[in-house]
């Protein structure tokens, strides 16, 4: 049985939504704190907190003494979805293969960053996966993701070495409806060395990512390490990643 999501998250869906159908145009006025405290029965510390994340977002802006309003649509902000590594590795003709590293069912607890990212409590349990990922037997990326096992009950290991996502969205009917992504460049550190299994001397590009159901529930939270020098990270404009 799916969990709701936190208070904040449904107030901070709602206001996505009303702004991709129109409803809160370009330059309108969203409604006031008190407002959206009445209308969902929360407090101002709640309401705050979904509105800082829409600001941190680029979706809306706050103006001292008048309100808050829309800053952009929300195709324009949210439905940008970066090409997955199989479909990147395609597009060059390569094929793609994966090796699991570790798979593990972990309470939420074990990892702040998670549980926070997956709105769960600490005895809440996540799959965690590692994989590598090559493209013509070559080591391209490594993978770390995080399924919150509120939604994805069972994994099957031997569908997940192909494309999870392709099992999470088909075999599971759990189709993602859009992604948050943070890009980094940074440098090999002992962990993505062990990952890797060599060290590592040029940067990495390290991709974050959150991926949310329709209802703006959390379902998804990976970082994957991709060899700078191997690897370029394309854009598409579709809804989920």
Do not use: W
């Not at 959206?36 to 407090?43: I, K, N, P, V």
């Not at 008048?66 to 990147?88: A, D, Q, W």
């Not at 949310?212 to 598409?236: D, M, R």
């Amino acid at each position: 049985m799916s969990q709701k999501p936190p208070l904040y998250q449904q107030i901070e869906g709602y206001i996505r939504t009303q702004i991709e159908e129109g409803i809160y145009p370009v330059g309108s006025q969203i409604p006031r704190e008190f407002e959206l405290c009445e209308m969902f029965d929360a407090s101002r510390m709640t309401v705050n907190k979904a509105l800082v994340n829409l600001v941190n977002q680029g979706m809306i802006y706050r103006n001292a003494g008048r309100g808050t309003f829309v800053r952009m649509r929300y195709p324009e902000s949210k439905t940008r979805k970066l090409f997955s590594f199989t479909e990147n590795m395609s597009k060059m003709g390569k094929t793609v293969t994966n090796k699991i590293l570790e798979y593990r069912l972990i309470r939420a607890e074990e990892n702040e960053e998670v549980k926070e990212k997956l709105g769960l409590k600490d005895d809440d349990f996540v799959h965690k996966i590692i994989r590598q990922r090559f493209a013509n037997e070559e080591l391209i990326a490594v993978e770390i993701m995080y399924f919150s096992a509120n939604l994805v009950n069972v994994i099957d290991i031997k569908m997940i070495t192909n494309s999870i996502h392709d099992y999470i969205e088909n075999q599971l009917k759990l189709p993602i409806h859009h992604s948050e992504v943070v890009l980094k460049a940074i440098m090999s550190n002992e962990m993505t060395d062990g990952l890797f299994g060599t060290k590592i001397v040029e940067p990495l590009l390290m991709a974050m990512t959150t991926s949310f159901l329709q209802n703006s529930t959390p379902l998804e939270y990976a970082t994957v390490y991709y060899l700078g020098n191997h690897y370029e990270y394309l854009t598409a404009n579709h809804r989920s990643r």
